[in-house]
Structure formats: structure tokens, C-alpha cells
């Protein structure tokens, strides 16, 4: 009797950079993942097989002859899954006269929406603009999974080499607090006062961007606390107003969770952040996405 056992992609993916790296942390990195979130997954996964893969001491992390014999394999059906993945984008990519716009954050912005759709129609009466909210466990807003055409991202990216962007939007980074918080009687802040306050992080799988609403480079070397992890603006309000934690916001945000209970300050030492729109380079010739770029380059210009 044979066994079949379903092995997620994913699971896969994990493996071969857990084997690659031989090293937890550092493949936790390379995905983009929490190496606890790892570690959970490569157990389940040898839990699911019913072999150990990894040997872990003291000296560091081994494959066993299970794990030896399932890279190779692992690899194919990657690679395999990656040639595929292509030929959907591609298929997407033939799907004439559409285009879809992720976001994590609605642009608002005084209407910057409207205006580049508005352009956009004018120029191409005939496309079809699709909007999709994407949550922010992803930065890239569904480019990197080709889930969108173009998107409106916070800089910085995770693997920037693969996309291209133009800016829309430079803004302060404000901080938010509840109303009661001390600092709120404050009209403006200095980001060493906020250095050891619990903070409101992105989640891990966020990336760069998550470090940049941290304001990790200007902390000097002082990690930061992290009260509690957010994943979408109800969230960062509902966190706010218990009083778990503050947050740092740009500007143009402030309004989507200033409400009842909830202020936000300027703040002095940190850079300003960048809405950007935003999509990958192997698309650069695509009319529609070159296009819809012009369009958002056009409004920015004239704000």
C-alpha cells in the first residue's frame, strides 16, 4: 500500500533554503519569515514525511540522508513549479486590455486615485482597470507573486532588483498615540523620546518595510520594543486605542485612524517615507503598465 502525502510548495521552498544555508536565521531572512515561524514549519514538515531532515546540535545544522535525498527532488519540483508560475503571469499578461492595481493602503491623498484613473481612461477607453486589496503581510502588494500587474507600495522593497517604481507621494512619518498618552499634549516629538517606547510592528514577513515604519536605522543599534504585530489599518486603531503601543504613520495615512481616542504628532530626526507605484521590471515593455506608470508620473507632477 502506498502512502501519498501532500506537500505544499511552500514547504518546499523552506526546505531547500533551510539546506542551502544551514542555518536557520539566516534562511529565516532569505524568505522573509520569523525563524521561530521557520523552524514550526521544517517540524511539520518532517512530522508530515515521517523522516528527519535536519540534525541539530551545538555545531550547527546538518542534513540527515533523508534530507540529502529530497533536495535534488525538491529542487525539481520547484523549479518545475517556477516555469509554471511564468506561463500563468504570461497567460495573465495576454489577457488584453487588463490591468491589475494592488494596494495595501488605499492612495487617497487628495484624490490621487481618481486622477490617474481619470487620466489613464482618457488615454486607454478601452482597458479594464481592476483594483485588489492585498494585505500587508505582503510589501509588495501581490508583484512578487504576480497576483498584480502594478502597485501602489511603500518603499523600501524586499529584492528591489526586481521591480521598478516611480515615487507619487515624499511624506513626514508622524507618530500615533493614544489620546491619554503623555506625548499627546506634545506638538511635536523628537524620535530619541520615542526610542523606548513599545512600538506596533508590521508583520515579519513585511520585510524591509516593516524595519523602515520601526525607524530601525535611526534608532543607533537600539532594537526596538515590539508590543504587538498589525495587519491592516482597523487593526493599528483598535491596537492604538487599548493602548498596546504606538506607531509611526506618514502623513497622508493620519486621517484613517485619527479617530476617537487616537492623535498623531509630528516627528524630529527620522526620514520622510515614499508612496510609490510600483511593478517588476520583466513587465517594463507591457503598454498598459508602462501606461498606467505615465499616468501616476503625470498626477504627481501637477500636485
Known amino acids: ?30 524568505l522573509y519569515v520569523s525563524q521561530p515561524a521557520l523552524s514550526k514549519q521544517i517540524r511539520a514538515l518532517e512530522r508530515q514525511l515521517g523522516v528527519e531532515l535536519f540534525r541539530r546540535d551545538r555545531q550547527g545544522v546538518l542534513l540527515t540522508e533523508a534530507g540529502t535525498a529530497l533536495l535534488p527532488q525538491a529542487r525539481r519540483v520547484l523549479a518545475a513549479w517556477a516555469e509554471a508560475d511564468a506561463a500563468m503571469a504570461a497567460a495573465r499578461a495576454a489577457q488584453r486590455g ?13 484624490g490621487l486615485l481618481p486622477a490617474i484613473r481619470s487620466r489613464f481612461t482618457a488615454a486607454h477607453p478601452e482597458a479594464v482597470v481592476r483594483l485588489r486589496q492585498m494585505s500587508w503581510e505582503d510589501p509588495t502588494a501581490g508583484l512578487a507573486d504576480g ?14 532588483e526586481r521591480y521598478a517604481w516611480t515615487v507619487l507621494a515624499e511624506e513626514p512619518r508622524r507618530v500615533a498615540l493614544p489620546d491619554t498618552h503623555p506625548f499627546a499634549a506634545h506638538p511635536e516629538i523628537d524620535f ?43 487593526e493599528t486603531y483598535e491596537a492604538l486605542v487599548a493602548g498596546l503601543g504606538i506607531c509611526l504613520v506618514a502623513s497622508g495615512n493620519a486621517p484613517l485612524i485619527t479617530l476617537g481616542g487616537v492623535t498623531t504628532r509630528p516627528v524630529r530626526g527620522i ?17 498598459l503598465v508602462r501606461a498606467y ?6 498626477v504627481a507632477r501637477q500636485r
Not at 1 to 18: K, N, S
Not at 148 to 159: E, G, I, K, N, Y
Not at 271 to 287: G, I, Q, V
Request: glycine share 4%.
Open 147 to 160: 497576483e498584480t500587474d502594478v502597485a501602489f507600495v511603500w518603499l523600501p522593497l524586499p529584492d528591489p
Open 271 to 287: 526620514a520622510p517615507s515614499r508612496y510609490a507605484l510600483a511593478w517588476r521590471r520583466e513587465d517594463d515593455t507591457r503598454p
Open 192 to 234: 530619541a523620546d520615542l526610542v523606548d517606547e513599545p512600538f506596533l510592528a508590521l508583520p515579519p514577513s513585511a520585510g524591509p518595510v516593516r524595519d523602515f515604519w520601526l525607524a530601525v536605522e535611526e534608532r543607533a543599534g537600539r532594537p526596538p520594543r515590539v508590543a504587538a504585530e498589525i495587519a491592516g489599518t482597523e
Open 98 to 110: 487588463t490591468l491589475v492595481v494592488g494596494m495595501s493602503t488605499s492612495p487617497g491623498r487628495g
Open 1 to 30: 500500500m502506498v502512502m501519498t502525502v501532500d506537500v505544499h510548495v511552500r514547504d518546499l521552498r523552506y526546505f531547500v533554503a533551510v539546506a542551502e544555508e544551514l542555518h536557520f536565521t539566516r534562511a529565516a531572512e532569505r
Open 293 to 298: 506608470a505615465d499616468s501616476c508620473r503625470r
